[in-house]
């Protein structure tokens, strides 16, 4: 029996004599107690250093939640600069370095482990938890195809992506012309290539980044496997794609920022400080809305990475905490459910699902009833989950890898960009709504409110009640037609389903009145109002809101805060009376040795003309009018066969077209346009 044991000793002294650079190394969390010695003292350097690295974007948003005087938290303050000096001397460097949780994660051997866990400033060490990326390819369920969507008329053709908004009534909020514009929304996921897809080309990307390879470039990448990028570029297309005929998104003309926090290659898992990292990141660029179709499973190899059901109670995981973390800061949070509803061994929602304030949508099918694959709840504290559902089976997505194909995919990551897309659509009425009252105008709402469970949460969303909860919602933009003697003002105004506007005014006012004059406005159709014509120049500024009274719940205004705060037309509002360039038609336009596409523009005053089209690095491709005189009232059809200045048939993808206007006094006015061209 000897024999054993020395063997066992020997192993023991071996182990604990090898060297540190052959030991393994894992990825850890480490903890910080305190953020220094003058983290909490008011008007420090740290407490004003905490707010710098915020866009007025953020510090605007975040003024709904907490207010002027309070918009530094101890979650703001940077990371304590001695405490990484120590680790730097001991050879560990931050990956991610986060204020919110006063953390860094860090690769880490076994004795670096037990070193630092006796450091002063240290107050735990944990491992960094892999996340689960919901698989897309699961078994096919028959898409219901009901009669009732021939009969729906809508302003837009929608083509196969009709269903899935019209089930949760995103059509009205369309036809009202209500589709997110002004709102930023941030999309956590595998990647994105929107570069080649028509569905993409009037999508407006603020900034996007690489969390992984720690990057500008979210596409694929060398080293990257061939479906890296699908996932994400397939949710964005559900909330962002914008191809009538094709697929159309609640929330085609929001703004994005682009986070791609998930490794492929990884037996799809993820590691949750990318997710951290991404989501500081987009909160400090003023994102208003957070889309994340992954969460966090348990049936990893390595039972130290997982978190049982009992971590998931809001308040536990790391995912969780910093999704809590961005409600409160004043970002509308929505995050898939779940693809794990019909695992008996574990069919409830992850991690960040799990947040109290966090918006989990499930999936149901084209008829309502709910996924057999979605995933339930409770949290482990016994909280109702999901909190709604959407469409998630048949959803029309994007194909990747193609300019102008489609089809159809299904989980709760494609529910997920629905929802997110709805609460863009809200803040884009209501701007200064909270991310609570989004989420109660959304629950609240839903079809099954008074009865919420476990399976539905408070229900099929329904997109109409939910943006009018807090009160009628306006256009996105409002219309005006200018001539010599004055101006004509119109709005979309959608209430509630059974409610009725009693009264609408335009209010008006010219620079340096000291009053408003008031003007009614005429019901065109079901939401559509038009002022009378006033008597204003067209150069003129003009500040304006309206007023509307609407049976059972009163007067509101647009802007919310009028007359305290007023709208005003675009400062180029006279050009548009004097030059004209149209989207060109065909578009898409398929490139052949004979298609062409046709470009048209119209004039009231006379000028010089020019138009050139662009390559989408902002290179010349060809001049097709050079400095030609035009007359007064003179029209123009520009035709352009695909060809390159040098005659040679260009490459598909997006090019803009450039026509610039030179005024008898010299002056400028230079309109673009996007289109797509395709093979």
């Not at 002027?68 to 001695?82: E, G, I, V, W």
């Not at 990028?229 to 003309?253: D, M």
């Not at 682009?258 to 290659?265: G, N, Q, S, V």
Request: hydrophobic residues 40%; glycine residues 8%; aromatic residues 10%.
């Amino acid at each position: 029996m000897k024999l054993p044991v020395l063997r066992i000793l020997l192993f023991f002294l071996i182990s604990t004599i090898l060297p540190a650079q052959a030991q393994e190394t894992s990825k850890y969390w480490i903890y910080f107690k305190d953020k220094g010695p003058q983290a909490l003292a008011k008007k420090s350097i740290a407490d004003r250093s905490a707010i710098s690295h915020l866009s007025k974007r953020a510090i605007e948003r975040r003024q709904k939640v907490l207010g002027k005087n309070n918009l530094a938290q101890f979650s703001d303050l940077n990371l304590y600069r001695p405490y990484l000096s120590i680790l730097a001397q001991q050879g560990v460097e931050p990956i991610v370095a986060s204020r919110w949780l006063n953390a860094i994660s860090a690769e880490l051997k076994r004795d670096q482990v037990v070193s630092l866990r006796q450091a002063q400033f240290v107050e735990k060490i944990v491992p960094v938890r892999p996340l689960y990326v919901p698989e897309t390819g699961l078994k096919a369920e028959p898409v219901f195809k009901s009669d009732q969507l021939d009969a729906i008329q809508t302003t837009i053709d929608y083509g196969s992506s009709l269903q899935q908004n019209a089930l949760i009534n995103i059509t009205a909020l369309h036809d009202a012309g209500i589709n997110g514009q002004g709102v930023i929304v941030g999309m956590l996921d595998t990647g994105f290539s929107t570069a080649r897809h028509t569905a993409f080309s009037s999508l407006e990307v603020l900034g996007e980044y690489d969390f992984v390879k720690r990057d500008s470039v979210t596409e694929n990448e060398s080293g990257d496997v061939i479906s890296q990028h699908n996932h994400g570029t397939e949710t964005l297309s559900i909330i962002a794609g914008y191809a009538p005929g094709s697929l159309v998104g609640p929330a085609f003309k929001s703004q994005f920022y682009l986070a791609k926090t998930e490794d492929l290659l990884n037996e799809v898992r993820a590691e949750e400080d990318n997710w951290m990292a991404a989501i500081e990141w987009m909160e400090a660029q003023g994102v208003d809305v957070a889309s994340s179709s992954l969460g966090y499973r348990d049936f990893f190899d390595n039972p130290e990475e997982n978190y049982d059901y009992s971590d998931l109670d809001g308040q536990t995981t790391v995912i969780t905490k910093a999704a809590q973390m961005a409600v409160s800061k004043g970002v509308v949070v929505v995050t898939s459910a779940g693809n794990e509803g019909d695992v008996f061994s574990f069919p409830y929602i992850g991690a960040p699902a799990d947040g109290k304030d966090v918006i989990a949508v499930g999936a149901v099918t084209s008829k309502g009833d709910l996924a057999r694959f979605s995933s339930i709840g409770p949290t482990y504290d016994g909280r109702t989950k999901p909190d709604v559902v959407a469409m998630g089976v048949g959803v029309s997505i994007v194909s990747v890898g193609t300019s102008s194909g489609y089809r159809t995919g299904q989980g709760t990551s494609y529910a997920c960009p629905m929802v997110a897309g709805v609460a863009a659509q809200i803040l884009s009425a209501h701007p200064y709504l909270t991310p609570l009252q989004v989420n109660e105008a959304l629950r609240q709402t839903s079809d099954r409110a008074f009865s919420p469970d476990n399976q539905y949460g408070y229900g099929l969303v329904d997109a109409r009640a939910a943006i009018t909860y807090w009160g009628p919602a306006f256009s996105n933009e409002v219309d005006y037609s200018l001539s010599a003697d004055g101006i004509v003002l119109s709005t979309r105004c959608l209430v509630g389903a059974a409610e009725n506007v009693q009264k609408m005014e335009l209010f008006w006012r010219l620079p340096g009145d000291t009053s408003f004059n008031v003007a009614s406005m005429t019901r065109l159709d079901s939401t559509l109002y038009s002022s009378s014509k006033i008597a204003v120049p067209p150069q003129s500024e003009i500040e304006f809101y309206f007023s509307v009274e609407v049976s059972d719940k009163g007067r509101f205004t647009y802007p919310k805060d009028a007359p305290g705060v007023v709208l005003g037309l675009p400062d180029d509002r006279n050009l548009p009376v004097n030059f004209t360039l149209e989207q060109n038609y065909p578009n898409p336009f398929v490139a052949s040795q004979s298609a062409t596409t046709s470009i048209r523009l119209s004039l009231v005053e006379s000028a010089i003309v020019s138009v050139t089209i662009y390559n989408i690095l902002g290179q010349e491709v060809v001049k097709l009018m050079d400095n030609a005189p035009m007359a007064s009232g003179q029209n123009a059809q520009i035709i352009w066969n695909g060809r390159s200045a040098s005659g040679q048939l260009v490459a598909a993808g997006i090019y803009f077209y450039q026509a610039e206007f030179i005024r008898s006094n010299g002056d400028k006015a230079i309109f673009r346009n996007k289109m797509a061209l395709v093979r």
